[in-house]
Antibody, heavy 119, light 108 residues
Framework: EVQLVQSGAEVKKPGESLKISCKGS????????IAWVRQMPGKGLEWMGI????????RYSPSFQGQVTISADKSISTAYLQWSSLKASDTAMYYC????????????WGQGTLVTVSS | SYELTQPPSVSVSPGQTARITCSAD??????AYWYQQKPGQAPVLVIY???ERPSGIPERFSGSSSGTTVTLTISGVQAEDEADYYC???????????FGTGTKVTVL
């Protein structure tokens, strides 16, 4: 069974750093792109970027370039999303999602990680 | 920046048909995908490549494309279909993914 399991909710202060994770199982982790998607409270979905764990090829949305870092450790089938200095505006639910090769679209999603940034 | 435009809301009575549109310039060149998101849950893919339905998705969900607009149709709407729906596609170069603005479907 394909699963993407994300790390738990985080409460941080502005200026702090954070790294959240997304562990894949039940499929060949290195051969599917993994995307990160932001959903701010009461708002829509925003594509942040995507990584190919096989070679760590990474693409970012222009809106998030320089604001976050996406990485992956294929040895433990885990993708990461990290911030070096959080802002209150980073408060959101973050989802990872697997991209279907060929067919396109995101066929499996993690359960989401809620990040709250507050002083 | 590239945008996919959806109506904010659609209301429909049980058993009727709901149609949700998504418009953007690059849609004739790029496939569209549709996701259903219920409160407190992760999105679920309901249509891929404009009109294909993943296994496990009810037949009442269908997709179509015409020019710069794609449409998700829910035939014979049921109460459980009440959710937010998002289209998704890519910019004309295929470099960047983008989600639509989202449509809240209310079953009256």
């Amino acid at each position: 069974e394909v699963q993407l399991v994300q790390s738990g909710a985080e409460v941080k202060k502005p200026g702090e750093s954070l790294k959240i994770s997304c562990k894949g199982s039940g499929y060949s982790f290195t051969t599917y792109w993994i995307a990160w998607v932001r959903q701010m409270p009461g708002k829509g979905l925003e594509w942040m970027g995507i990584i190919y764990p096989g070679d760590s090829d990474t693409r970012y949305s222009p809106s998030f370039q320089g604001q976050v870092t996406i990485s992956a450790d294929k040895s433990i089938s885990t993708a990461y999303l990290q911030w070096s200095s959080l802002k209150a505006s980073d408060t959101a639910m973050y989802y990872c999602a697997r991209h279907q090769p060929g067919e396109g679209g995101f066929d499996y999603w993690g359960q989401g990680t809620l990040v709250t940034v507050s002083s | 920046s590239y945008e996919l435009t959806q109506p904010p809301s659609v209301s429909v009575s049980p058993g009727q048909t709901a149609r949700i549109t998504c418009s953007a310039d690059a849609l004739p060149k790029q496939y569209a995908y549709w996701y259903q998101q219920k409160p407190g849950q992760a999105p679920v893919l309901v249509i891929y490549k404009d009109s294909e339905r993943p296994s496990g998705i009810p037949e009442r969900f269908s997709g179509s494309s015409s020019g710069t607009t794609v449409t998700l149709t829910i035939s014979g709407v049921q109460a459980e279909d009440e959710a937010d729906y998002y289209c998704q596609s890519a910019d004309s170069s295929g470099t960047y993914c983008v989600f639509g603005t989202g449509t809240k479907v209310t079953v009256l």
